[in-house]
């Protein structure tokens, strides 16, 4: 089944500790979204890239960084991360921007985050 | 800026009976989408049913119905015969197709669904 896939499930790093959350997806859509999502808080966008365009939402710290080798691929670096960055990290994906289906996001099952 | 709303963080329903969720939204745009997702504990967040702006007709997946307000900005979610498997975290969404945000979703807090057998 075409899906988004994202791995590890959970991961574990220490404070100031670099590390790396990977997302992949089978539906070949352009554009590839990450969440942060709080406990019980809604998701909040960090950034998307639309194929090799990378958007960063104004507010999303400076360390949090992405990359996207490839249209199936998209990682989620946190360069020295905080106890306040301990949360589930959510990938979207969609086919694209514009209105009609391409505007429907479907996500994968998260990331959760634990740091010590 | 957009802002969505759920004024009721938890609710609670009865195997086989109606529940309706409420939301709210802010915008002054005329063209968006609205979008219901379901988080089941633990397990990805799903899409349950969308909605265009500029259709009049309200959106129906099934068991799911929406009541689109669009002069009230009201975009509620009613769930028909609710089943066990419907507990989960509900968030309300907004989508614009509008400028720098385009395509850019903007989630309620949510509300948390419980089932009673």
């Known amino acids: 089944d075409a899906m988004v896939i994202q791995n590890p499930r959970y991961q574990v790093t220490q404070f100031g500790k670099p590390v790396t959350l990977s997302c992949s997806q089978t539906l070949n859509h352009n554009v590839m979204y990450w969440y942060q999502q709080k406990s019980s808080q809604a998701p909040k966008l960090l950034f998307h890239?639309?194929?090799?365009?990378?958007?960063n939402e104004a507010d999303t710290p400076d360390n949090f960084q992405s990359r996207r080798p490839n249209t199936s691929f998209c990682f989620l670096d946190i360069r020295s991360p905080g106890l306040g960055d301990a949360a589930m990290y959510l990938c979207?994906?969609?086919?694209?921007?514009?209105?009609?289906?391409?505007?429907?996001?479907?996500f994968g099952p998260g990331t959760r985050l634990l740091v010590l | 800026a957009q802002t969505v709303t759920q004024s009721q963080p938890e609710m609670s329903v009865q195997e086989a009976e109606t529940v309706t969720l409420s939301c709210t939204y802010d915008?002054?745009?005329?063209?968006?989408?609205l979008f219901w997702y379901k988080q089941p504990p633990s397990r990805q967040m799903i899409l349950v049913i969308r909605q265009e702006a500029y259709k009049q007709q309200n959106a129906t997946e099934n068991r799911f119905s929406v009541n689109f307000q669009k002069a009230a900005k009201s975009f509620s979610l009613k769930i028909s015969d609710s089943q066990l498997g419907d507990a989960a975290m509900y968030f309300c969404?907004?989508?614009?197709?509008?400028?720098?945000?385009?395509?850019?979703?903007?989630f309620g807090k949510g509300t948390k669904l419980s089932v009673k057998p």
């Open positions: 979207a994906t969609s086919r694209g921007l514009g209105g009609g289906a391409s505007e429907t996001q479907y």
């Open positions: 890239y639309y194929d090799k365009d990378f958007n």
């Open positions: 915008t002054s745009e005329s063209d968006y989408y």
């Open positions: 969404a907004y989508r614009t197709d509008y400028g720098g945000s385009q395509g850019n979703l903007i």
